[in-house]
């Protein structure tokens, strides 16, 4: 990533500019669902949550050495001064402490070592994770979307004019692990959402799935709806999308 921002044509100067000075990459996590099944674990248990935190700290951890190492060989980020990395900042520092009732809160990295690191050296890149539903890489690779759930065993995803058949990584064998997006509570999902959102420098895809029984409208009450809402924001989200779905 950091050769091909110094290598690519960019159509305008000042993109050029602003891309090689403040070196923002995007590094996610994908293949959650798959790799909840093949442990056996859920989105809504205890045990499932706890993977994931540990999961989200190893990788928002990896990718701040690699930038502090990137940084030692070749430069922090021209920008970096435009960041909260210049004071020593790191994402567990601002996260919303909600999470931490949700999932037990010990961190098994040595931050505070990085933290160090990162003040005397900076780093190479001035925004690291990103969590998106990585449509076209899921075709690519047949791995699930991003952090999401699976909606069906086999679906159909267009890419233009093209039609593939996606199923679900060893789905025969593990059809009996795989947790349906239609089956994860509400607030479940939004609790593995910001599990993540502690280790993230930047706000998150978060989408949510509702199934509704044949003639009934697909809608939510006003109560429902606040209730939601409140819950997104006390948990620390600042985006969400529902989808819908006949039962």
Not at 62 to 71: D, G, N, R, T
Not at 129 to 136: C, L
Not at 206 to 211: E, F, K, P
Request: aromatic share 10%.
């Amino acid at each position: 990533i950091d050769k091909i921002m110094d290598i690519m044509q960019y159509p305008f100067p000042h993109l050029k500019r602003t891309a090689q000075a403040r070196r923002s990459v995007g590094v996610g996590i994908t293949n959650l669902a798959w790799a909840l099944a093949e442990q056996g674990l859920r989105y809504d248990s205890p045990e499932g949550k706890r993977y994931i935190h540990e999961l989200a700290e190893i990788h928002s951890y990896s990718l701040h050495k690699a930038s502090v190492q990137l940084a030692k060989e070749k430069g922090k980020c021209e920008w970096i001064n435009k960041t909260k990395y210049a004071e020593g900042w790191l994402p567990i520092d601002t996260y919303c402490k909600e999470v931490d009732k949700v999932v037990e809160s010990s961190l098994r990295c040595d931050w505070e070592s990085l933290r160090r690191e990162i003040l005397e050296h900076g780093v190479r890149f001035s925004v690291l994770e990103a969590y998106m539903p990585v449509e076209s890489s899921s075709v690519v690779s047949n791995t699930t979307n991003s952090l999401y759930p699976i909606r069906e065993p086999v679906l159909i995803k267009t890419d233009g004019n093209n039609k593939n058949v996606f199923i679900a990584p060893d789905y025969e064998m593990l059809k009996d692990n795989y947790q349906m997006a239609w089956d994860v509570p509400y607030k479940d999902m939004i609790d593995v959402y910001a599990i993540v959102q502690k280790f993230t420098g930047q706000t998150i895809s978060a989408d949510t799935w509702r199934s509704f029984k044949e003639g009934e409208q697909p809608r939510l009450s006003a109560k429902e709806l606040a209730e939601r809402w409140m819950y997104r924001i006390k948990m620390g989200l600042k985006t969400h999308l529902t989808s819908w779905a006949k039962s």
